[in-house]
Nanobody
Framework: QVQLVESGGGLVQPGGSLRLSCEAS???????MGWFRQTPGKEREFVAA????????SYADSVKGRFTISRDNAKNTVYLQMNNLKPEDTAVYSC???????????WGQGTQVTVSS
């Protein structure tokens, strides 16, 4: 059974950085891993994704050049490094896993990120 647990959210000032973690259990190397975010009243938005085994990553235009998705095999963890954060990055961030990019069957509970001065 796949389980995903996010951590690392919090309050940060504009221009600051945060690193989100998604500890995954039950994942094999052929899974795709994604990060998404959602704010109240809006649809969930894609942020970043990559295959667990590696390969190139994909990013939403709004975060390109500022966010990086990576993984640590030894820790079974996927990270989202977020730099130069903006108030519009405020959202609940969730990680997801699935057997195809764009098709995610498993979701974490989410972690709140608030960017405010």
């Amino acid at each position: 059974q796949v389980q995903l647990v996010e951590s690392g959210g919090g309050l940060v000032q504009p221009g600051g950085s945060l690193r989100l973690s998604c500890e995954a259990s039950g994942i094999s190397s052929n899974y795709a891993m994604g990060w998404f975010r959602q704010t109240p009243g809006k649809e969930r938005e894609f942020v970043a994704a990559r295959w667990w085994w590696g390969g190139s990553a994909s990013y939403a235009d709004s975060v390109k050049g500022r966010f990086t998705i990576s993984r640590d095999n030894a820790k079974n963890t996927v990270y989202l490094q977020m730099n130069n954060l903006k108030p519009e990055d405020t959202a609940v961030y969730s990680c997801a896993a699935g057997l195809a990019l764009g098709k995610y069957d498993y979701w974490g509970q989410g972690t709140q990120v608030t960017v405010s001065s």
